[in-house]
């Protein structure tokens, strides 16, 4: 334990020492089930610009969108100014879409940290070009003005017998017909009650929809994934943990007030599965920002585990969830969040759980950097949830594994947990920004996930199905400290030391079979547990990389061997995103992206302290494969 405390003040040293320059840019992409303490905040960067006419003149109501791991989207303003504030340091692809003009070409903008980029942009009607298409025989687009014939010069044919076939054919009565009769002055299809003219329109020309979508604000991406998971390295290959691929869509849409938001990810095989979701995100320059969504998520499993058919059914294998929340600023050195999410499990004998939380950020002066911040939130969790509900950060996979209760007789009891926090934090020195922090926990019925255990009379479970059942209850109190520095341009650090006090109060209603198979999930009695967060970002844009990882280290990690209380372990998770330049076409961008874990729980900071801690023998997870960005 000696050793263990000695790491907080090097590891604090090793951050605060020089270090060589390189060139690297911060990535602002999250990795899956990244820590970010709360003390760890990015210097960020504003970009601004303004959209331009053809003739120069400015352009008022253009949406300009900034896509990068997240989308960001404004509204110009009468002198064609936009603004976007507080953004992560990172590249952004930027587009501007007006009705009636040709949507510009987007453009990567690098937005620096503690910086202001500019960016112009040019946009032209449509029809100014001087190339608008007209129609020729068989309704094919073409250059040549109606007035024109579409035989030519006869040296510029092909003379064989199919080129003079299809030069002969009967020509539509639509040949002549002029494009702009069914178009207004801004190049749309006239709507209304005009079922024949909308329909002519649609079928004379190929650009329509085309042209429709293009005008259409939508950004997205697309990964195209495969995913695959072993306790040994030597499993990586055998025929029982083959890999599965995933498929992942996500879509955006700004409106001058706000964003809708779509995403969907699939998987087939044994376990076939699916999550969908949809959100709205306000942005009208008010005080309030209120944000809405909804998912649901089901499996359908087809396989052989005993365990895993007798817990549920098919029937019963569906999880939906709302949430709604308002970001209110009332002044300028305070914001209030406040809001709730309640969600249906039908596999729970009480299937509506309902979890409220509020905050409040405060500086005390608006030259100052410090900021005073205090949350409460009571957070009702499934065991099993993980499973069917989207993370709020990192990759998107629908659910993956079976589970079972360790005891048939308590059956899946929810996780209750109350928490209090209030911390402070504050930029120093220009490159720490150093943060404190305290709270208080009361858990009911904490979750302990068993990976890889067999209980009595039965075999172990592979690495596709775990246990859970119920820790016991529990309430701690402690403390944080935080340090974050930007070691050099792109590379940033950060660490974060946390120490907790528990005092288990309820003995486990599943002490028996946990004291079985892995009796270091059973807790009683006093405990202190400390833990030390490390992580590391970074985005080398010679080359186009960007590399996240974390590693964690806790003195409380339950094992399926000791009968004792936790022991010192390690888990982490590192994430490398390749760019592929020669793969862009159009306005779409190419990544490689690869993914290690064996971190189970996506938010190691918003629950219980214990969540991380009694998962026994999680899997390493490997995540691989494409993504396209548009």
């Known amino acids: 334990m000696t050793h263990f405390l000695t790491l907080c003040p090097v590891v604090a040293m090793v951050l605060m020492a020089g270090s060589a320059p390189v060139a690297a840019q911060l990535m602002p992409r999250s990795l899956v089930g990244v820590i970010k303490p709360a003390a760890a905040v990015v210097p960020q960067g504003d970009l601004y610009g303004t959209v331009l006419d053809q003739s120069g003149l400015p352009l008022a109501g253009v949406v300009v969108s900034a896509v990068s791991a997240t989308s960001v989207f404004a509204v110009s303003a009468r002198d064609g100014a936009f603004i976007f504030r507080n953004l992560p340091p990172g590249p952004y692809l930027v587009r501007a879409h007006l009705e009636g003009y040709v949507p510009a070409r987007a453009r990567t903008v690098q937005v620096k940290a503690a910086a202001r980029t500019s960016s112009t942009i040019e946009l032209n009607r449509r029809g100014d070009s001087g190339d608008k298409p007209e129609l020729l025989e068989a309704g094919i687009a073409g250059a040549a003005t109606s007035g024109e014939t579409q035989e030519t010069d006869a040296d510029a044919h092909d003379h064989g017998e199919v080129a003079w076939r299809l030069r002969h054919l009967k020509r539509s009565v639509l040949r002549d017909a002029d494009i702009e009769s069914f178009t207004d002055d801004q190049g749309d299809a006239l709507g209304g009650d005009s079922l024949a003219g909308l329909s002519s329109a649609s079928a004379r020309s190929p650009r329509f929809p085309l042209g429709l979508f293009s005008a259409l604000p939508l950004s997205g991406q697309i990964n195209l994934l495969t995913r695959t998971s072993f306790d040994r390295p030597g499993e990586l290959f055998a025929l029982d943990g083959m890999p599965h691929g995933v498929t992942y869509l996500a879509l955006s849409v700004p409106t001058g007030t706000g964003e809708w938001a779509m995403r969907g990810a699939m998987t087939q095989g044994d376990l076939s599965s699916w999550i969908v979701s949809g959100s709205y995100l306000s942005r009208a320059p008010t005080a309030h920002q209120y944000e809405a969504g909804l998912s649901y998520g089901t499996q359908q499993y087809v396989g052989g585990n005993v365990d895993a058919l007798a817990a549920m059914s098919d029937g019963s294998r569906n999880v939906g969830a709302v949430y709604a929340f308002d970001h209110w600023t009332p002044g300028p050195r305070v914001s209030v969040s406040y809001g709730a999410k309640y969600a249906r499990y039908d596999y729970l004998n009480d299937r509506g759980l309902l979890s409220p939380s509020a905050s409040i950020t405060f500086a005390p002066s608006l030259e100052s950097s410090i900021r005073i911040h205090g949350s409460v939130s009571h957070r009702e969790v499934a065991p099993g949830g993980e499973e069917f509900l989207p993370p709020s950060t990192g990759l998107w996979l629908p659910p993956e594994r079976t589970f079972s209760p360790v005891s048939q007789r308590h059956g899946l009891a929810s996780e209750h947990v109350d928490h209090v926090e209030a911390s402070i934090e504050r930029q120093w020195l220009g490159d720490f920004m150093i943060g404190i922090r305290g709270f208080r926990q009361e858990v009911e019925d904490q979750i302990a996930t068993l990976f890889g255990v067999a209980l009595p009379g039965t075999a172990a479970a592979s690495i596709g199905h775990y246990y859970v059942g119920s820790g016991g209850?529990?309430?701690?109190?402690?403390?944080?400290?935080?340090?974050?520095?930007?070691?050099?341009?792109?590379?940033?650090?950060?660490?974060?030391?946390?120490?907790?006090?528990?005092?288990?109060?309820?003995?486990?209603?599943?002490?028996?079979?946990?004291?079985?198979?892995?009796?270091?999930?059973?807790?009683?009695?006093?405990?202190?547990?400390?833990?030390?967060?490390?992580?590391?970002?970074?985005?080398?844009?010679?080359?186009?990389?960007?590399?996240?990882?974390?590693?964690?280290?806790?003195?409380?990690?339950?094992?399926?061997?000791?009968?004792?209380?936790?022991?010192?372990?390690?888990?982490?998770?590192?994430?490398?995103?390749?760019?592929?330049?020669?793969?862009?076409?159009?306005?779409?961008?190419?990544?490689?992206?690869?993914?290690?874990?064996?971190?189970?729980?996506?938010?190691?900071?918003?629950?219980?302290?214990?969540?991380?801690?009694?998962?026994?023998?999680?899997?390493?997870?490997?995540?691989?494969?494409?993504?396209?960005?548009?």
């Not at 985005?539 to 003195?555: E, G």
């Not at 004792?564 to 076409?585: C, D, E, K, T, Y």
């Not at 918003?606 to 396209?628: F, N, Q």
Request: charged share 20%; net charge neutral.
């Open 473 to 630: 209850d529990f309430v701690a109190r402690g403390w944080g400290l935080g340090i974050s520095r930007q070691m050099v341009d792109g590379l940033r650090a950060s660490i974060d030391y946390t120490q907790a006090d528990a005092d288990w109060q309820r003995v486990s209603p599943d002490r028996a079979q946990l004291v079985a198979v892995a009796g270091s999930t059973v807790r009683t009695g006093s405990e202190r547990t400390h833990d030390i967060t490390i992580s590391i970002e970074s985005r080398i844009p010679v080359t186009a990389t960007q590399f996240l990882a974390v590693y964690k280290l806790n003195t409380g990690f339950a094992t399926a061997t000791s009968s004792s209380n936790g022991r010192l372990g390690a888990r982490f998770g590192v994430q490398l995103i390749q760019a592929l330049p020669f793969l862009n076409f159009s306005t779409a961008e190419w990544e490689m992206l690869v993914s290690v874990r064996n971190l189970f729980s996506e938010e190691l900071l918003s629950g219980s302290i214990y969540d991380e801690l009694l998962v026994v023998k999680p899997p390493t997870r490997v995540v691989g494969g494409l993504t396209v960005r548009f």
